[in-house]
T-cell receptor
Framework: QKEVEQNSGPLSVPEGAIASLNCTYS??????FFWYRQYSGKSPELIMS????GDKEDGRFTAQLNKASQYVSLLIRDSQPSDSATYLC???????????FGTGTRLKVLA | EAQVTQNPRYLITVTGKKLTVTCSQN?????MSWYRQDPGLGLRQIYY???????DKGDVPEGYKVSRKEKRNFPLILESPSPNQTSLYFC????????????FGSGTRLTVV
């Protein structure tokens, strides 16, 4: 089992819809979780971080964390074509400085 | 502007010819790391550094060396590059605390022939 798993996609949603991206992790002790956006040919860019169970909102983005079920989600409301990118989930290994990345989910927002 | 600067952006080299990819950050971050990104494998950590003169291996350290003599710089050295090191490389830095995410450099696309 991979330590951080994401569906590779592509996930296609129409413009204006809600895009839901999911990530599961294997280390139950993990406490820090991150979502990055990576446009093709560019470097990853930090979108959100979350550490506590529940929801965290930032503009059109909402991160959701459920430690009991070991998953973290990213919701993108009112999706725009400019949101088309690969979204990477990252989990910090507890007690270390190591961050484990998922392989990413490719999102396509259709105009 | 707060940033992580990597050089070069593109590099084609021959097997066995030593090379260095430079990385510098201007945010006074303690923590720096090198990743390689390959299709289907995602981002894999090569080495990381918690502070000056403190480095440790990531998941794929074989064939790479690093040094951290100054807080702002964290070069990646390939002493004898091989074709399986052809990849996209990213340097990243963070405050180093549990709550901090990374700032990534622009990447270096390395081809070893």
């Amino acid at each position: 089992q991979k330590e951080v798993e994401q569906n590779s996609g592509p996930l296609s949603v129409p413009e204006g819809a809600i895009a839901s991206l999911n990530c599961t992790y294997s280390d139950r002790g993990s406490q820090s979780f991150f979502w990055y956006r990576q446009y093709s040919g560019k470097s990853p860019e930090l979108i959100m971080s979350i550490y506590s169970n529940g929801d965290k909102e930032d503009g059109r983005f909402t991160a959701q964390l459920n430690k009991a079920s070991q998953y973290v989600s990213l919701l993108i409301r009112d999706s725009q074509p400019s949101d088309s990118a690969t979204y990477l989930c990252a989990v910090k290994t507890p007690g270390t400085y190591k961050y484990i990345f998922g392989t990413g989910t490719r999102l396509k927002v259709l105009a | 502007e707060a940033q992580v600067t990597q050089n070069p952006r593109y590099l084609i080299t021959v097997t066995g010819k030593k090379l260095t990819v430079t990385c510098s950050q201007n945010m006074n971050h303690e923590y720096m790391s090198w990743y390689r990104q390959d299709p289907g494998l995602g981002l894999r950590q090569i080495y990381y550094s918690m502070n000056v003169e403190v480095t440790d291996k990531g998941d794929v350290p074989e064939g790479y060396k690093v040094s951290r003599k100054e807080k702002r710089n964290f070069p990646l050295i390939l002493e004898s590059p091989s074709p399986n090191q052809t990849s996209l490389y990213f340097c990243a830095s963070s405050l180093g605390q549990g709550a901090s995410g990374y700032t990534f450099g622009s990447g270096t696309r390395l081809t070893v022939v």
